[in-house]
């Protein structure tokens, strides 16, 4: 049973000011707790029903994490998803550390995604297409917001993420990278010879890349369409531009 | 204003048993009433805010569409949006008739589609690549749901849909037309030669396509995954596929 202020302390981090406080999130959730426990990240607690905890011991004492038993009315009020019979964690953030593309890798740059679950939907795209390293405007969501954590199922362990001045990253290339940006008037994605390293940068959901960032694409892209919807949302965009840099590129 | 007996009418097609018996559906916010009243589906009724009437008279009047002019709280009240300051339609269904691949042509086959969400998206896809035709199994969610309609932006009014036994459908084929399925163990679609004409078959979101279906593909096809994340959501699947379609016909 959680006490009441283990529950206080919990609900705090459902709020970006008290996460970044604390320097804690919230994994919620079976298999994401599973995911969370076999990566480097470090646990702080653990809140199971018993079950859970009986399935998952091994996981949690390897780690010699603190345990809490609960009922599911219990966990699914200390935390933010509709229900959740299994359990959460109460995880360490992680230091914000500068990350840049070396040779033969693509990263994400990310200028101004507002939605959450778009948010977590790339993570768990750019884990697919082995992309390691993601530079996030200070606008972007927060990462590590519980919506972006579950919509990213798991990837959020295996993908690495750096808040700041992406302009100021930008550049500071000179041309050395190919800056690789989704527009409505680039070149054609399925017939560009796409470099095996550089940046490719994906703009905000209504307003696309701000003119700030744009300054600095020396690669403007574009996904061909072939029929009359207005546009893909960025989580698509994301996936097919990463397709077609892996297949020209691998 | 609306009576008591309009707002209860708009109110029960938030559930599909009531928008089956009364042939209706709804259409919510101010783009997705806009394209609507461009396309060739049938208004019944534009409940807007005097704003958004003003700025859009020459669409109701062209179609003669009755109109009702509310308060944002009232509109809010009637339709499933968090909120809506601009407008909703009233819209008929349109009859289920059965769709098929013609020469060079490209269908989508979905399989058991749960979540809403995905279905809109999918729908949006569909549009962008220029697929018109979606065969969708008795099980698939109803593409007349307000979440579905919300998520196309607009792109249902593009697309045209059936609902009916698909695996039937696929039986009669008897390999006359190539049917792609995503599995976990097919062909690398980077190398794949797609054909012109065809089905794409995507499954459910938790169990891929089922066996009943699964029988009837011609070729399965995977995505070839460079890091390490289990799956991808339904819509990115479809997205890459068709992208990948695309650029090997086109």
Redesign the interface.
Known sequence: MLSKNQLKYIQSLHQKKYRQHHGAFLVEGAKSVQEVLQSNFQTELVVATEAFYKENVHLTDRQRTAVEIVSEAELTRAGTLESNNAALAVVRTKENRPLLAQPDEIALVLDDIRDPGNLG?IL?????????KILCSETTADVYNPKVISAS???FT?VNWWYGNVVQVLSQLAGTLPVYGAFLDGADV?TLPFKKSGYLVMGNESNGIGPDLARYITQPVT???????????V??AT??LL??I??TT?
Chains 1, 2 share one sequence.
Do not use: C, F, M, Q
């Open positions: 939907t768990r795209i750019a884990d697919w297409y082995g992309v390691r199922k798991g990837s295996r399925h996904i061909p369409r072939y029929g009359e919807a207005e546009s893909l949302n989580g698509i996936a097919v397709d077609n892996r297949r691998a």
